[in-house]
C-alpha cells in the first residue's frame, strides 16, 4: 500500500489467487481511497482509522482462455487498527460486496523498510458467493433431466 501525496489519497495493488492455486494462476487487484478529506502527514506515514476504496480484481472469463474480465468493487470500507504490541504495525479488516455477493477481508499491514509512505499487506478474502440462474436454464436443465431420466 502506498500513499499518493499529489493526489491525497492511498492505493494497495497486487496479484490474488484462490487457496492451494500456484502462484502463476494469480490475477491482478486494485484498490484506491481518493479523497480523504484532509492532507496527508508528512513521513512516517499513519494510515487512517478507515477509508472507502474503490478497486477491481481480475477474474478468468468462463469459455475463454486468454480474456479476462474485471469484477468491480466500490465503496469497500477498510478499517487499520494499530496493533499494539504484534508483528505487524496494523491489523485490516474490510467488509464489501460485488457482483457475486459480500465479502470480508482480514489481515495486517507493516511499513515496509525503505519507504515511510507504504506498507506491505498480507490479506485473506473470504467470499460468499451468490449464483443467479436464468429461468431459461432452470428450464434447459430441468429439460436435459426429464428427458436423460426417460432413457433408462
Not at 508528512?42 to 480474456?67: C, D, H, T, V, Y
Not at 508483528?87 to 479488516?93: E, G, K, M
Request: hydrophobic share 40%; aromatic share 14%.
Amino acid at each position: 500500500m502506498r500513499a499518493n501525496r499529489e493526489k491525497n489519497s492511498f492505493e494497495f495493488s497486487g496479484r490474488v489467487k484462490m487457496l492451494g492455486e500456484d502462484d502463476s494462476k494469480s490475477m491482478p487487484f486494485v484498490y484506491k481511497a481518493l479523497n480523504l478529506g484532509e492532507t496527508l502527514p508528512p513521513p512516517p506515514l499513519a494510515l487512517p482509522q478507515a477509508a472507502n476504496f474503490n478497486g477491481f480484481f481480475e477474474f478468468p472469463q468462463l469459455g475463454s482462455k486468454s480474456r479476462n474480465g474485471q469484477v468491480k468493487e466500490n465503496d469497500m470500507l477498510v478499517k487499520f487498527v494499530k496493533d499494539e504490541g504484534g508483528q505487524a504495525d496494523y491489523l485490516v479488516t474490510a467488509t464489501g460486496k460485488n457482483k457475486y455477493g459480500p465479502f470480508r477481508i482480514k489481515g495486517t499491514a507493516k511499513r515496509t523498510q525503505h519507504n515511510d509512505d507504504a506498507f506491505d499487506l498480507h490479506l485473506e478474502k473470504e467470499v460468499s458467493f451468490f449464483f443467479l440462474v436464468s429461468p431459461s436454464f432452470v428450464f434447459v436443465f430441468v429439460f436435459f433431466f426429464v428427458c436423460l431420466s426417460s432413457l433408462r
